[in-house]
């Protein structure tokens, strides 16, 4: 199949950390290989922002990334793009010209937006597109957890539940995002889930662990946000402490890429401050953004991974630590449900739970032989289910199924965006 997919905000070839590349880079990035791998021919349009990109980047054979003009190039927040979404539409539209793909797979809601426009464009000219809709994240959830503290544009609240409604299908990550979207009035018979991947040969069991400072080592993987909960870990910390078990530091990996700008990202300023306060400042290590390369050095250099978001549309890191072999203790929240087996591969906690989560770390720390055996069979999980291959042929059968769908029959359940100029 010839395959568009649309990532605005979160590019292929992004490095990692920072407060808008995280899961969503590495899922498109890693699902375009494995489609290219499979034979199909891929290129992942994502916004210009930066004058300097070329326009066309090959990736591999069968792979290539299209910078579109939409909106200024230079670095935005994902929250501030929605009003280049038409121009990014004419630009995907314009290079499709005569010769549009099979499908086009829109990732978050307002590449939805950009696909579905580039689709209608497609089919005034007689090319009709199916789209395919990845969410990542969605509006409903985002709302409930953060409240006043959501940035995302107004328009979000019903642009994207009309996306869900007017994309061919939705491709759902995980079973608790099936149930958020026939909550958002999507039916089930439109829903196919294929979950993210991990990359089994960049991450394993095998190969060298950076060295610790301390006899044991829990270590907080991410884009530093108060959502990811990294706070509950340093309080974790400090209760671990008064039970006796002291001799253990937390390292912190994501953020910004340089000690300048951890110095004055607000999260770190804030986890920094909550270390000094309880008194564990000496033995929380701050590390900023590590290259994707480094991460399995990183992760099997600790006794435990610690998940422990208040919510997560999936969450790779888990993956990525069972496919080392590191038993993960996982707030019990969206994908990590799926993920991570209690007492088999890892432990759950309820989210927002410090006492719970130094509770699960002890009992870790304190048994590593039990470790060890969760660790292993996070590993065996993490190969058998979620290699991007394996996610890569869920997708294209979901692909399949839209080609399938003659063009009236599409255009029957597609509905209008709405009566509002974007
Ligand atoms: N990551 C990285 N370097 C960092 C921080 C994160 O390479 O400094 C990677 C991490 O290994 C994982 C991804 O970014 O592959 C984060 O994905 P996840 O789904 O866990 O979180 P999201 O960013 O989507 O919320």
Known sequence: MRISMVSEHASPLAALGSVDAGGQNVHVAALSVALARRGHTVRVYTRRDDPDLPAVVPVCPGLDVMH????????????????????????????????????????????????????????????????????????????????????????????EPSVGRSADRIIATCSDEVFELKAMGIPGNRISVAPCGVDL???????????????????????????????????????????????????????ASDSAG?????????????????GVADRVLLRGQAPREAMPAVLRSADAV????????????????????????????????????????????????????????????QNPGYARRLGAAGRQRARARYSWDRVAADTEKAYQMTVGGSAAARRTHLQPLGGKAL
């Open 201 to 255: 040969e960049l991450f394993g069991s095998q190969g060298p662990a950076e060295p610790r400072g301390r006899t044991h080592r829990i270590a907080a993987v991410g884009r530093l946000v108060p959502r990811k909960g990294v706070d509950l870990a340093v309080q974790a910390l400090a209760l671990l402490a008064e039970e006796g078990i002291d001799d253990v530091e937390l390292l912190i990996v994501g953020g």
């Open 262 to 278: 951890l110095e004055s990202d607000p999260e770190a300023r804030r986890l920094l401050a909550l270390a000094r306060a309880l």
């Open 306 to 365: 610690v998940c422990a978001p208040w919510y997560e549309p999936f969450g790779i890191v888990p993956l990525e630590a069972m496919a080392c072999g590191v038993p993960v203790v996982a707030s019990a929240v969206g994908g990590l449900i799926d993920t991570v087996v209690h007492g088999k591969t890892g432990l759950h906690v309820p989210p927002r739970d410090p006492e719970a989560l130094a509770g699960a770390l002890a009992e870790l720390l």
């Open 68 to 159: 579109v003009d939409a909106g200024p190039a230079r670095s935005l927040p994902k929250d501030a793009l929605l009003p280049y979404m038409g121009e990014l539409a004419a630009g995907i539209a314009s290079d499709w010209g005569t010769a549009p793909p099979d499908v086009v797979h829109a990732h978050f809601w307002m590449s939805g937006v950009a696909a579905l426009d580039a689709s209608r464009r497609a089919d005034t000219m007689g090319y009709p597109v199916p789209v395919l809709q990845t969410f990542h994240a969605l509006g409903t959830v985002k709302k409930r957890h953060q409240g006043r503290d959501d940035t995302s544009p107004p328009e979000r609240t019903w642009l």
